[in-house]
């Protein structure tokens, strides 16, 4: 199993992006997906998340800004981000909790994608 993010890239300040996680491999189901951020001398600090029933948390710093959704049945998260500021520009990496195996053993655990820079330019 595996999560692969993309959608990143180089946004003008006020700009936006929309970044996509897809989960795959033998997945029986996901539970909560979560973007995180990781910028150059920082920690990694949480973005937002989502439960797999849509409940959303964000970070202070985004509300109103950003924007994390779901499709379960594409095992896919996204992140929209609008009016785009400097301080955004980090990796963002995606986040969840997956479920999966074969029938006669199932499996539980928690998966990180890869990442995709952000760059926001003012």
């Known amino acids: 199993v595996q999560l692969q993010a993309s959608g990143g890239g180089l946004v003008q300040a006020g700009g936006s992006l929309r970044l996509s996680c897809v989960a795959s491999?033998?997945?029986?189901?996901?539970?909560?997906m979560g973007w995180y951020r990781q910028a150059p001398g920082k920690e990694r600090e949480l973005v937002a998340t989502i439960t797999r029933g849509g409940y959303q948390i964000y970070a202070d710093s985004v509300k109103g800004r950003f924007t994390i959704s779901r499709d379960n049945a594409k095992n896919t998260s996204y992140l929209q981000m609008n009016s785009l500021k400097p301080e955004d520009t980090a990796f963002y990496y995606c986040?969840?909790?997956?479920?999966?195996?074969?029938?006669?053993?199932?499996?539980?655990?928690?998966?990180w994608g890869q990442g995709t820079q952000v760059t926001v330019s003012s």
């Open positions: 986040n969840a909790f997956l479920v999966y195996g074969t029938p006669g053993a199932t499996l539980r655990g928690d998966y």
């Open positions: 491999g033998m997945i029986f189901s996901i539970n909560d």
